[in-house]
């Protein structure tokens, strides 16, 4: 198995131009590529996730968070919080191959990341996690 680095709380990701992304719009990030050192601002490249992780307290908030996780178009209005939206934000900046939803109870939903019309987001929902292997 290849080695990941883990980031709490997802950090700052700036590139050329300035802010990209907020720290804490994912609760954790397995990155691509381990990471000497986890500062609270990296720039994009560094930041590039294999998996964005977030935790709910329950399942109902999990399936909540993911309907408007599908629902998105790339803004605000379509029936999730700002801070809902924000994972949504996450998984367009930070492109990761993988979103994993998890809550109490040992419920969680794996997701792949794809492209539609332009833009990263949540695909059909997977069966199993076998698919986060890193030898894959």
Not at 46 to 58: F, H, I, L
């Amino acid at each position: 198995m290849a080695p990941f680095a883990p980031v709490v709380e997802s950090p700052d990701v700036f590139d050329a131009s300035g802010d990209v992304l907020r720290r804490e719009a994912l609760d954790i990030l397995a990155l691509e590529k381990p990471c000497e050192r986890l500062p609270s601002k990296m720039q994009l490249t560094a930041a590039r996730p294999r998996v964005g992780v977030e935790a709910k307290a329950t399942s109902d908030q999990l399936e909540h968070l993911l309907q408007g996780m599908r629902r998105c178009e790339g803004d605000l209005g379509r029936g999730h919080t700002k801070s809902d939206h924000s994972k949504c934000r996450a998984i367009e900046v930070l492109q990761p191959r993988f979103f994993l939803g998890v809550a109490a109870g040992e419920t969680w939903r794996l997701l792949p990341v794809v492209e539609r019309n332009g833009r990263s987001v949540l695909g059909g929902e997977l069966p199993g996690l076998d698919d986060l292997h890193f030898d894959r």
